[in-house]
């Protein structure tokens, strides 16, 4: 800014009329930074901020290099925000100065997109802890009273799940910095409040993935505790039951019947939840179920100590009564010298790159240290569900991969817009009544 042109002031545009407006042009110092032109990470910067100005100011019309963004409304905004995985998301404006959204969050923790004036609060504010703490509070309340003796939900498990989007008009507000990440305005000088109405939490909860997905979770949350805390009880000569955080143990492996028995290893909690659910279907008798935390050691790379101190490793070999391998990797062991506990092992994982490469280290781990057990042809088995789901009416279709969908997209030509479609990025986007149904024909699946 040490040198600086005298402005250039011009007439309105003809066609204009009488519109106010204001219009700032600037040209980026690029020699003083050292670079050429815009780099595609600073321009997407741009164009997302245009795309925020759009979405948080419905009837706007906003352009950028010249082209309209196709952002009408806050809810294409969220809708933007939600990837299929997530489910459905719920949009509302409960009072003039607010517009909300919120789905259910397949991230791990609680998830925010806010705006105040449409400024981007990254951090959110006392505007979001607003719409949080109404949210959490209906949801532990619509999810213990589903629950009932089956577990218990807290604000923390509601909002390991939970994703909002919140657009505000605050006035005068103030924030934490120069930055505006954070709004830290009371909510007395606001000049409007949040308000959370009964009949829209149950439109919340009935439209949107969030309600099963805590309920889900505090099931498993509920059944961990209750392993950690029961007692081993001899079954037979074969085994006993275990002691292993997050096993669901079949009540028949370890015993004259564990031929008959499958031990379903999941990809995550979320995974296990689902199978869970299906067991009410098939029975605990011959089905267990694991989850596992990601993706397992590769143990052809593993040193002994990585071996003897890797937990997952350890419990699924107690689990599956596999005995103890050389660690020096002298020999193999053979399946007669272990007593086994399960007849076979069922990988539940997403139908994606990762949940191959799941597939492919457990595999990699029998053939390193038990390769009889692959001779069978049957120890190992995955189940698979749907990548996608198209409904019309009562018709459902479901496709296991995406050639297969897209085939059937061209075969349906124009009828495509009867149906309506819903794509499963992993397993934890499936509802338990879809684990239920998948059980149900478990060997169409297996």
């Known amino acids: 800014m040490s040198i600086c042109n005298p402005p250039e002031i011009t007439d309105v545009p003809t066609g204009v009329g009488s519109v106010d407006y204001t219009r700032v042009s600037f040209l980026p110092d690029f020699p003083r930074f050292g670079v050429k032109k815009l780099t595609k990470d600073i321009a997407s910067l741009f164009y997302r901020r245009v795309v925020d100005v759009a979405g948080c ?14 952002v009408a409304s806050f809810d294409d905004l969220v809708h933007m925000y939600t990837p299929a995985s997530r489910g459905k998301a719920h949009c509302f404006r409960p009072h003039k100065r607010w517009m909300v959204g919120v789905s259910a969050c397949d991230e791990g923790s609680m998830q925010q997109h806010s705006y105040v004036n449409s400024i981007w609060t990254s951090k959110g504010g006392t505007h979001v802890n607003a719409v949080v703490d109404s949210l959490v509070k209906g949801v532990v309340a619509a999810a213990n009273k589903q629950l009932g003796k089956d577990g218990t939900a807290t604000p923390a498990l509601v909002k390991q799940h939970l994703c909002v989007h919140v657009c505000a008009q605050i006035e005068n507000p103030e924030f934490d910095s120069q ?54 009880v001899r079954t037979s000569q074969r085994g006993s039951r275990l002691l292993i955080p997050k096993l669901e143990d079949a009540s028949r492996a370890g015993t004259k019947d564990w031929k008959d028995c499958t031990l379903i290893l999941t990809e995550g909690d979320s995974a296990k939840a689902l199978a869970v659910a299906g067991l009410s279907v098939v029975g605990r008798d011959h089905f267990g179920v694991f989850p596992l935390r ?11 100590a990585q071996l003897r101190d890797n937990a997952e490793f350890n ?21 007669a010298d272990s007593v086994l506990r399960y007849g076979n092992v069922m990988l539940m994982t997403d139908q994606d790159e990762d949940g191959s490469h799941i597939k492919g280290l457990f595999i990699n781990m029998v053939n390193m240290f038990w390769p009889s057990l692959l001779k069978t042809g049957s120890f190992v088995q995955s189940f698979s569900t749907p990548i996608v789901k198209a409904f019309n009416g009562r018709e459902v279709r479901e496709f296991f991969s995406m050639p297969e969908f897209r085939e059937w997209e061209k075969d349906v030509g124009e009828g495509r817009g009867r ?28």
């Open 294 to 304: 990601g993706k397992l050691l590769n143990v052809r790379d593993a040193s002994g």
């Open 315 to 335: 419990a699924i070999k107690s689990i599956l009564g596999l005995r103890q391998p050389d660690l020096h990797g002298a020999k193999p062991v053979l399946a």
């Open 179 to 232: 930055t505006k990440d954070t709004l830290v305005s009371s909510r007395a000088d606001w000049g409007s409040d949040f308000s959370l109405s009964a009949g829209r939490l149950r439109s919340i909860l009935s439209e949107t993935a969030l309600l099963d997905r805590v309920v889900s979770a505090a099931k498993v949350k509920s059944m961990d505790a209750i392993g950690r805390s029961g007692r081993s």
């Open 419 to 446: 149906w309506r479609i819903k794509y499963y990025k992993g397993l934890g986007t499936s509802t338990s009544e879809e684990g239920r149904q998948y059980f149900r024909d478990v060997e169409k699946h297996r």
């Open 57 to 70: 100011n419905p009837g706007l019309k906003v352009f950028i290099n010249g082209k309209q963004v196709n």
